[in-house]
């Protein structure tokens, strides 16, 4: 085969990342990015478990299953660079910011409540992106529908810090990581070719992951929603005066957990 080439043939996705095709395992073509995709797959599934046993709201549970099917459809696109897992990587994107934004938009609801206009409104306006990048094919354009709708969150999070009752330091935290993943994400863009270079002739293959920005990425980014989430869910239950604890789970990942109903419920 080609240089560059393995077990999943020629690229057919329209993006080529900065990491060498192949190089550490003839069956993954992007292996780094292929697994660090783990966070973003794993990081939902302590509050997927709780959601189940301490029944949060639907609109969580969606979320959090939506953040674990972004991260899996990134694995097989990174492990394939195949056009038609790429989609599978960048379209559940839009429809899971879609459900943040409606936990986000949905913050001072009653209890157990829906919006059934707020949803028409944007499963038509996902449906929109999704039809128009298919027809077009054009990544940018994805690109700049996902930044507006994760713009769209980090505005409605910096309002509940300013109008709610709120845990501050869990905010900041997940905006924190979430920019530097967003800040790697273009340094592996726009100084490929310096990556490149250090990695081979730097580091050589000791490097690792340690140069792959991209991977790095879905590191940072993965925490970052993670928390972004977690942020969310802690207000709203703070609002139904639920008195949310946040706890951590082997003593180093937080999740929120509630204590049993005792009164009334917005």
Not at 140 to 155: D, K
Not at 176 to 205: M, P, S
Request: aromatic fraction near 16%; charge should be neutral.
């Amino acid at each position: 085969m080609p240089p560059g080439t393995g077990y999943w043939g020629q690229q057919t996705a329209t993006i080529e990342w900065c990491e060498e095709n192949y190089v550490v395992s003839y069956y993954v073509a992007e292996f780094w990015n292929t697994l660090s995709n783990a966070v973003i797959i794993f990081s939902p599934l302590v509050m997927l478990i709780l959601c189940y046993t301490q029944k949060y709201e639907t609109r969580f549970v969606c979320t959090f299953a939506a953040m674990t099917v972004v991260g899996i459809g990134s694995v097989f696109f990174h492990m394939t660079l195949k056009y038609n897992m790429q989609l599978m990587d960048e379209l559940p994107m839009v429809w899971a910011n879609a459900s943040f934004l409606y936990s986000c938009l949905m913050m001072t609801s009653k209890s157990n409540t829906d919006n059934i206009i707020l949803q028409a409104s944007l499963f038509l306006g996902s449906l929109a992106i999704t039809v128009v990048y298919v027809l077009i094919e054009v990544p940018l354009f994805l690109q700049i529908a996902y930044g507006v709708m994760n713009t769209l969150v980090i505005l409605l999070h910096i309002r509940m810090v300013l109008t709610m009752d709120c845990n501050k330091y869990l905010f900041l935290c997940g905006l924190g990581c979430y920019l530097l993943g967003f800040l790697l994400w273009n340094i592996d863009n726009v100084y490929c070719h310096q990556l490149r270079y250090l990695r081979k002739h730097t580091l050589a293959e000791s490097s690792g992951m340690l140069f792959e920005c991209h991977a790095w990425w879905h590191v940072f980014t993965g925490i970052g929603a993670y928390l972004g989430i977690l942020f969310t869910l802690h207000t709203r239950y703070v609002f139904l005066q639920r008195k949310p604890k946040l706890k951590m789970f082997l003593g180093f990942w937080p999740y929120v957990s509630l204590p049993p109903v005792t009164g009334k419920i917005q």
